[in-house]
């Protein structure tokens, strides 16, 4: 029905997750339910052929074996999932299983899966409500599915990190030549439902956003991939750092936590028309209008697949953020996200590349004004700026071109370039009173991941914010 459907306006996609099957129909109105109809009864009475079979089971083995050769920041986020998800499959898994797999085992669990379901949807558009409720009834008489049993409603509940406790898992890159590591750090905030909480964390977000690029990835260079922002698992809110570098993953998770005690400063130092204008832009960012019929039913569905139905946290989250007070938001964050916080609770995820990386000559200037500062060797009322303005007809990129300049410019002694240029050398670490060999102390190691999900409180499973009485009304 794919090329007619087209031809006629129309449009479908399925997909599935570990919770159930998603179709989704889209285009005119007027043919919707029919196509409805069509796709449904062929899910039903589908028969597989086996050298179709053969192929798409070779489709689905290849991408899992290729997970090993995504980049190492990919699989940072992904084993940071299956820390906090309860029912999840590791690739290794999947392959282990799919080899087993027969056509004919795939052509029996057909009737097993469309015969005992819960069917819930969204009608978004210009049909009417007797027309909507006709397309969901014609559903139910052509499945005539058994209804689910109670049990089978609890739904998924997050690992919950306790609070004050920090944890780590370290795995090897499974690329042999891939030289880059990688990290994923993750600050636990909150349940999603926590609406002081969660505008605090995503402000905190939007705040961190440019800073952290600018000084992880811009000034200390530590790689392409850097990245901050608020992270959703669940029921549970975070906030998060990712990095993809050459530099190994204790060195990185160093530079995380020394970025994460620096923003606390510039949030502090934040003058009141900054401050404002930081909430304005989220508030603005909140409230964009959809750009399309689409984005708006992708907005109200994801509420509904949640199991929240809080078609309202728009209007929830822009008057929270009206009250969030400067002050108020250092406080969450001394609580929530600096490293020595009592409430502080992270879980970091290391990928080690087992390549040494190659050497790289050229220097990174962007360190040359921080470490002349640090070691008192400019005046410390000269802008960095001004600095660069001072420098900037000289070359100084590579070490020689670095010495020229310092005794042109400067007028340094060899000690005192010497010195420079080590910590140049060095990198930001030098710059630090942080020890960027090994962990806090108060790191505990993650061995086997299911141990962990084990001896870890969940989080609640989603509820819905509004009485079903109220949903079937509007």
């Keep these: 029905y794919s090329y007619n459907a087209e031809v006629a306006g129309l449009s479908y996609y399925l997909s599935q997750d570990t919770k159930g099957i ?37 489709e689905i083995t290849r991408a899992y074996e290729n997970f090993s050769l995504e980049a190492p920041f990919q699989h940072s986020i992904y084993y940071m999932g299956s820390l906090f998800h309860q029912n999840i499959w590791t690739y290794n898994e999947h392959l282990s299983e799919i080899k087993h797999i027969s056509v004919q085992d795939v052509q029996a669990f057909i009737p097993s899966i469309l015969g005992s379901l819960h069917i819930e949807g969204l009608v ?16 139910q008489t052509m499945l005539q599915p058994r209804p689910l049993t109670p049990n089978q409603f609890l739904g998924e509940r997050a690992t919950v990190v306790p609070q004050g406790h920090q944890y780590v898992y370290s795995l090897n890159v499974t690329d042999l030549e891939e030289v880059n590591s990688a990290i994923s750090h993750y600050s636990q905030i909150c349940s999603v439902k926590n609406i002081p909480l969660r505008n605090r964390l995503n402000l905190v977000a939007q705040i961190a956003q440019e800073p952290c690029f600018n000084q992880l990835r811009t000034r200390e260079q530590l790689g392409y991939m850097v990245f901050s922002g608020s992270k959703r698992y669940l029921d549970m809110l975070a906030f998060r750092v990712l990095i993809q570098s050459e530099r190994d993953p204790v060195y990185l998770e160093n530079r995380v936590l020394e970025f994460l005690e620096s923003l606390r400063t510039i949030i502090a130092d934040m003058n009141e028309a900054d401050y404002q204008s930081q909430v304005d832009s989220l508030i603005a960012e909140r409230q964009e209008k959809f750009q399309n019929l689409y984005e708006e039913g992708q907005k109200y569905w994801i509420e509904i697949e949640s199991g929240y139905y809080e078609f309202d946290d728009i209007q929830k989250d822009v008057k929270e953020l009206g009250l969030i007070t400067q002050a108020s938001l250092l406080e969450f964050y001394d609580q929530f996200i600096m490293p020595s916080a009592p409430q502080n609770s992270t879980v970091s995820v290391h990928m080690l590349s087992q390549k040494t990386p190659l050497a790289v000559e050229e220097l990174n200037v962007e360190l040359l004004y921080p470490v002349l500062t640090y070691l008192g060797l400019i005046d410390k009322t000269m802008s960095e700026g001004d600095f660069k303005a001072l420098i900037a007809d000289h070359a100084v990129h590579t070490e020689s071109e670095l010495r020229s300049c310092l005794v042109d410019v400067l007028e340094l002694s060899e000690t005192n370039i010497d010195q420079v240029v080590y910590k140049i050398k060095q990198g930001p670490s030098e710059l630090s009173k942080r020890d960027h060999t090994k962990l806090p102390e108060n790191y505990r190691a993650i061995v086997d991941p299911v141990q962990f999900k084990r001896s870890m409180p969940l989080s609640a499973a989603a509820v819905s914010c509004y009485p079903f009485t109220t949903l079937s009304c509007i």
Excluded at 34 to 50: A, Q, S, Y
Excluded at 124 to 139: D, N, T, V, Y
């Design 22 to 58: 998603s179709l989704y129909i889209g285009g005119y109105s007027d043919k919707l339910p029919l196509l409805l109809e069509k796709v449904i009864d062929k899910m039903k009475h589908m028969r597989i052929e086996p050298h179709r079979f053969s192929i798409f089971k070779d």
């Design 124 to 139: 978004h558009g210009s049909l009417e409500k007797e027309q909507a409720i006709r397309m969901f009834a014609s559903i």
